[in-house]
């Protein structure tokens, strides 16, 4: 087994259980490590993912959608980078497929996705 794949595994079972499962539709809060200078800061990135890319989990990345200011951001982060500090679910989309770029194209109420009812279920003890 090459030694890269060994490393790539190594660090995808350490950070891949630190963030939640999600999908393109989902709205998520990213956290994301700013520095400027000899100064760091936390900056959260609230938006919908558009699409999951890549085949390993060192190369994978995900693309955040948000409308700021009647304009839409978008924002690239790769999976397993250093810098992002936590990423959050909001809310879990309901859409049919796996990369959603007809968003683009839409704006005001036309843009919004239907939320999917996840029902919580609690034991009694």
């Not at 998520?28 to 900056?43: A, F, M, N, P, S």
């Not at 409308?67 to 679910?89: A, C, N, Q, T, Y």
């Amino acid at each position: 087994m090459d030694l890269i794949k060994i490393v790539d595994q190594a660090f995808a079972n350490e950070q891949a259980s630190a963030y939640p499962k999600f999908k393109a539709g989902d709205t998520i809060t990213v956290t994301y490590k700013i520095k400027e200078g000899d100064k760091e800061r936390l900056q959260k990135f609230r938006g919908v993912v558009i699409q999951i890319k890549g085949a390993t989990p060192a190369t994978k990345t995900f693309t955040v959608r948000k409308v700021s200011s009647g304009i839409g951001v978008e924002r690239i982060f790769p999976m397993m980078s250093p810098f992002i500090d936590s990423i959050e679910l909001n809310k879990v989309g309901k859409v049919r497929r796996a990369r959603i770029f007809y968003l683009r194209k839409l704006s005001g109420k036309k843009a919004r996705i239907k939320e999917k009812k996840v029902s919580t279920v609690k034991t009694a003890e």
